[in-house]
C-alpha cells in the first residue's frame, strides 16, 4: 500500500508519513478545484482498502445525520416562532407636566410586560401622504401580537388610565403583526 500526495496535474508522488495534498493552489476555476477534492475524496477510499473504506462510509453516514438533524431543528425552530408585532398610538398631549409624570410610568410598564418602547412619543411626527399627522406617536415593539392585545387588556394598563386621561387624548390605538 502507497501513500502520497496529490499534484496539481492530479498524480501521486510517494510520501513517508501520511496522505497529503499538496499546496492547495488551484489556478483557474472553482469547479477545477471541487474536481480536485473528488479526486482526492476517491484516492482516500481507495488507498487505505476495505478498513479504510468501512470508517469513511460510517463517518459520512454520521456527517450526513447530523447535518439533517441541524436542518430539521432549524425548521422546527422556525415553525414555532412568533411574529413581532408593532403597537401604534396616536395621540394629542394635553398637558406636558402630566406627561413628564406619565411616560416613565407607562414605560416601566410595558417593559415588564416583555415590550420595547421605541420613545417616539416625544418625536417630531411629518406628515407624508393622506389627513392630517397625528400630534403624537407612541410605538411598541412586541414578541408577538398576542402580548401586545394581553397588555393593553390588563390590570396594569387599567391602572395608568388616569394618569393617562391627564396626559394625553388618544385618538386611535392598533397593533399590527410583521409579514411572514
Known amino acids: ?31 477545477q478545484g471541487v474536481k480536485m477534492a473528488v479526486v482526492l475524496f476517491n484516492r482516500i477510499c481507495t488507498v487505505g482498502g476495505t478498513a479504510m473504506k468501512a470508517n469513511l462510509r460510517i463517518a459520512m453516514a ?32 394635553l398637558d406636558a407636566s402630566a406627561l413628564a409624570a406619565y411616560l416613565p410610568a407607562a414605560r416601566k410598564a410595558i417593559e415588564a410586560a416583555h415590550g420595547r418602547p421605541l420613545r417616539t412619543a416625544a418625536g417630531r411626527v411629518v406628515q407624508i401622504e393622506g389627513g392630517p399627522a397625528p400630534k403624537s406617536v407612541g410605538i411598541v415593539e412586541w414578541d408577538s401580537l398576542d ?24 385618538a386611535q390605538r392598533f397593533a399590527v403583526e410583521v409579514e411572514k
Request: no cysteine; charged share 20%; net charge positive.
Open 62 to 93: 454520521m456527517l450526513a445525520g447530523i447535518a439533517i438533524g441541524a436542518i430539521a431543528v432549524q425548521g422546527l425552530h422556525a415553525q414555532g416562532a412568533k411574529l413581532k408585532a408593532y403597537s401604534i398610538s396616536e395621540s394629542e398631549v
Open 147 to 170: 402580548e401586545a392585545v394581553a397588555f393593553y387588556k390588563s390590570k396594569a394598563w387599567g391602572d395608568l388610565a388616569p394618569q393617562r386621561d391627564k396626559a394625553v387624548k388618544v
Open 1 to 31: 500500500m502507497q501513500r502520497g500526495v496529490l499534484s496539481a496535474k492530479t498524480h501521486w508522488q510517494p510520501v513517508k508519513k501520511a496522505l497529503v495534498p499538496e499546496p492547495l493552489i488551484w489556478q483557474g476555476d472553482i469547479l
